[in-house]
């Protein structure tokens, strides 16, 4: 059973960069067709995608949040991290890491989330 649990600062004063780590264990970050992703909420509102890094080390992000985000992972100690730059009190949310599978062959494609950190709480504020 893979879990999750994220880390990190729970304040973060605005123009500064939010740094989160995701530290996976009961399961490896480069095993073939998993996704592993990095997911916030803003208080009263849904949850909003904010990137992925593959099992093959390969970052997308959310057109919206790209030019201030960057996701890398540590294989050594099964780790992948978040840094969000420039924030700004919109940018107080609860955020999650969480994986996906991701497969497809000749039939189509198949693709959910199967495990989820608790969140963690960040608040940008001075």
């Known amino acids: 059973q893979v879990q999750l649990q994220e880390s990190g600062p729970g304040l973060v004063k605005p123009s500064q960069t939010l740094s989160l780590t995701c530290t996976v264990s009961?399961?490896?970050?480069?095993?073939?067709?998993?996704?592993w992703s990095w997911i916030r909420q803003p208080p009263g509102k849904g949850l909003e995608w904010i990137g992925y890094?593959?099992?093959?080390?390969?970052?997308y992000y959310s057109p919206s949040l790209k030019s201030r985000t960057s996701i890398s992972r540590d294989t050594s100690n099964n780790q992948f991290s978040l840094q969000l730059s420039s924030v700004t009190p919109e940018d107080t949310a609860v955020y999650y890491c969480?994986?996906?599978?991701?497969?497809?062959?000749?039939?189509?494609?198949?693709?959910?989330?199967?495990?989820w950190g608790q969140g963690t709480q960040v608040t940008v504020s001075s």
């Open positions: 969480a994986r996906k599978y991701y497969y497809c062959s000749s039939s189509g494609c198949n693709n959910f989330y199967d495990s």
């Open positions: 009961g399961g490896s970050i480069t095993t073939n067709y998993y996704y």
């Open positions: 890094i593959t099992y093959r080390g390969n970052s």
